[in-house]
């Protein structure tokens, strides 16, 4: 067994993947709920989930965190949400610099459908195989570049299907029906994008769950909860029962 297989079993040691996303500033700034980031680590960390999802200049700036959890860090970013400009993404954080941080894997973000499909993807396929020679995960976010694609279960097989053929180890993509489309054509772990904050969050779950999804990535859904332990535990029993 090789590093990189060591930390792939690490992350999936319970048989799926809770991660809390708390990378949104990187696009929006000052995310509702994520107003005191460090005040947000500090007690996600001490709660059921099996690692948290951050970009490098707050992971530089924390004094400590749980040896126990997981540390993914973001290595690519695009434009923020003054512009809007969400598709050319850059990979801009090394795998040194990761290693240096503490990262146990690491996410790059894939927008396929635009005009410049090839420079993102080239992106993504360049960080996927650097930190792989360091042993280091890759999780591969696959988004449409097309908001209207975002519930489509074709469009998000297919993507999804291409950051695995690139190399990437895990997929990290949005939720749609039929779902089971999506896991069954991609080779490697697919894990849920939490998306936006609803009522529906249980049902997308449970059906993601059921159809071969192995965690969930959760951001707003989370950080914006209330009775965030409340909400975990209803979020591992999910995929518990599976």
Same mark, same amino acid.
């Given at each position: 067994?090789?590093?990189?297989?060591?930390?792939?079993?690490?992350?999936?040691?319970? #048989? /799926?993947?809770?991660?809390?996303?708390?990378?949104?500033?990187?696009?929006?700034? &000052?995310?509702?709920?994520? %107003?005191?980031?460090?005040?947000?680590?500090? +007690?996600? %960390?001490?709660?059921?989930?099996?690692? *948290?999802?951050? !970009?490098?200049? &707050?992971?530089?700036?924390?004094?400590?965190?749980?040896?126990?959890?997981?540390?993914?860090?973001?290595?690519?970013? @695009?434009?923020?949400?003054?512009? #809007?400009?969400?598709?050319?993404?850059?990979?801009?954080?090394?795998?040194?610099? $990761?290693?240096?941080?503490?990262?146990?894997?690491?996410?790059?973000?894939?927008?396929?459908?635009?005009?410049?499909?090839?420079?993102?993807?080239?992106?993504?396929?360049?960080?996927?195989?650097?930190?792989?020679?360091?042993?280091?995960?890759?999780?591969?976010?696959?988004?449409?570049?097309? =908001? +209207?694609?975002? /519930? /489509?279960? +074709?469009?998000?097989?297919?993507?999804?299907? *291409? #950051?695995? +053929?690139?190399?990437? !180890?895990?997929? =990290?993509?949005?939720?749609?029906? !039929?779902?089971? %489309?999506?896991?069954?054509?991609?080779?490697?772990? &697919?894990?849920? $994008?939490?998306?936006?904050? !609803?009522?529906?969050?249980? &049902?997308?779950?449970?059906?993601?769950? =059921?159809?071969? $999804?192995?965690?969930? @990535?959760?951001?707003?859904?989370?950080?914006?909860?209330?009775?965030?332990?409340?909400?975990?535990? =209803?979020?591992?029993?999910?995929?518990?029962?599976?």
């Amino acid at each position: 067994m090789n590093g990189l297989e060591r930390r792939l079993d690490r992350m999936f040691s319970r #048989g /799926s993947l809770i991660v809390a996303a708390a990378d949104h500033g990187q696009f929006a700034g &000052v995310p509702l709920g994520l %107003e005191d980031i460090g005040r947000y680590i500090s +007690e996600i %960390e001490t709660l059921d989930i099996d690692g *948290i999802l951050l !970009n490098p200049g &707050v992971v530089s700036r924390i004094a400590s965190f749980n040896a126990n959890k997981l540390l993914i860090i973001r290595v690519t970013h @695009a434009g923020s949400a003054l512009s #809007g400009d969400i598709g050319n993404t850059k990979y801009f954080l090394d795998p040194e610099q $990761a290693l240096r941080l503490g990262a146990d894997a690491v996410i790059v973000m894939g927008i396929v459908g635009q005009e410049r499909d090839s420079d993102a993807l080239h992106a993504l396929s360049k960080a996927v195989w650097d930190y792989q020679r360091y042993g280091i995960p890759v999780i591969a976010e696959m988004l449409p570049y097309r =908001k +209207e694609d975002y /519930s /489509s279960p +074709e469009v998000i097989a297919n993507i999804s299907r *291409i #950051g695995a +053929e690139l190399g990437a !180890n895990v997929i =990290k993509t949005m939720m749609t029906a !039929n779902y089971g %489309e999506v896991v069954r054509s991609c080779p490697v772990p &697919v894990i849920i $994008a939490g998306g936006e904050k !609803n009522r529906d969050f249980f &049902v997308s779950l449970e059906d993601a769950a =059921k159809a071969g $999804a192995k965690g969930a @990535a959760i951001g707003r859904n989370l950080f914006q909860e209330k009775d965030r332990t409340g909400f975990l535990k =209803k979020v591992r029993e999910v995929f518990a029962s599976r």
